[in-house]
Nanobody, 124 residues
Framework: QVQLAESGGGLVQAGGSLRLSCVAS????????MGWFRQAPGQEREFVAA????????SYADSVKGRFTISRASAKNTVNLQMNSLRPADTAVYYC?????????????????WGQGTQVTVSS
């Protein structure tokens, strides 16, 4: 069992930045693909970014490419999402997710563990 705890959400003006963090409880965190997803009111949960178990492969939704950066610090069981140039359309609850896999790309349905989410609100 893996427990994930997100932090770093908040209210920011358009153009501003936030850094989300997710801490995983499991010691074997280094074998897990980690992802960030978001869900706005009335919408489905959507993919934002993911990072492979080694950290060598990252992927992003087109809507965040060039603005968001995902990284991991395996020694700290932590994955971060640096969000720059935020837009009102980025407003959502952001969720951290994990799956034990050596694949570089994992569909949303395959993630086994999810955090409780952290609210990000971007004002115009």
């Amino acid at each position: 069992q893996v427990q994930l705890a997100e932090s770093g959400g908040g209210l920011v003006q358009a153009g501003g930045s936030l850094r989300l963090s997710c801490v995983a409880s499991r010691r074997t965190f280094s074998t897990y693909v980690m992802g960030w997803f978001r869900q706005a009111p009335g919408q489905e949960r959507e993919f934002v970014a993911a990072i492979s178990w080694s950290g060598g492969t990252t992927s992003y939704a087109d809507s965040v490419k060039g603005r968001f950066t995902i990284s991991r610090a395996s020694a700290k069981n932590t994955v971060n999402l640096q969000m720059n140039s935020l837009r009102p359309a980025d407003t959502a609850v952001y969720y951290c997710a994990a799956v034990n896999s050596y694949r570089n790309h994992v569909p949303k349905s395959d993630y086994d563990y999810w955090g409780q989410g952290t609210q990000v609100t971007v004002s115009s």
